[in-house]
Nanobody, 123 residues
Framework: QVQLVESGGGLVQAGDSLRLSCAAS????????MGWFRQAPGKEREFVTY???????YSANSVKGRFTISRDNANDTVYLQMNALKPDDTATYYC?????????????????WGQGTQVTVSS
């Protein structure tokens, strides 16, 4: 069992940056691949980015070059650095943990989810 708690969301202006954190507790953090997803009102949850157990990363085209995922296994935390934010990035952001190798861009591959943190980008 893994508990995930996101933090760092807020209200920012277009072009600003935010860093989200996801603190994990429970079983060995380093044994999980970690992902970030987001869901805007009235829309389905969508993949943002993931990082594997060996720290390989992959991101959705919509955030490539702007968002960076990283992990700190010593502190059981995964981060999402978001730069050049756009109003379209407004959503609730969720982190998730997976014991699977692939496909990590699918929400169904994840075993545990956090409660989400709201990011609002004004124009």
């Amino acid at each position: 069992q893994v508990q995930l708690v996101e933090s760092g969301g807020g209200l920012v202006q277009a072009g600003d940056s935010l860093r989200l954190s996801c603190a994990a507790s429970g079983r060995t953090f380093s044994s999980y691949a970690m992902g970030w997803f987001r869901q805007a009102p009235g829309k389905e949850r969508e993949f943002v980015t993931y990082i594997t157990r060996t720290s390989s990363t992959y991101s959705a085209n919509s955030v490539k070059g702007r968002f960076t995922i990283s992990r700190d296994n010593a502190n059981d935390t995964v981060y999402l650095q978001m730069n050049a934010l756009k109003p379209d990035d407004t959503a609730t952001y969720y982190c998730a943990a997976s014991t699977r190798i692939s496909p990590l861009f699918r929400a169904g591959s994840y075993d545990y989810w956090g409660q989400g943190t709201q990011v609002t980008v004004s124009s």
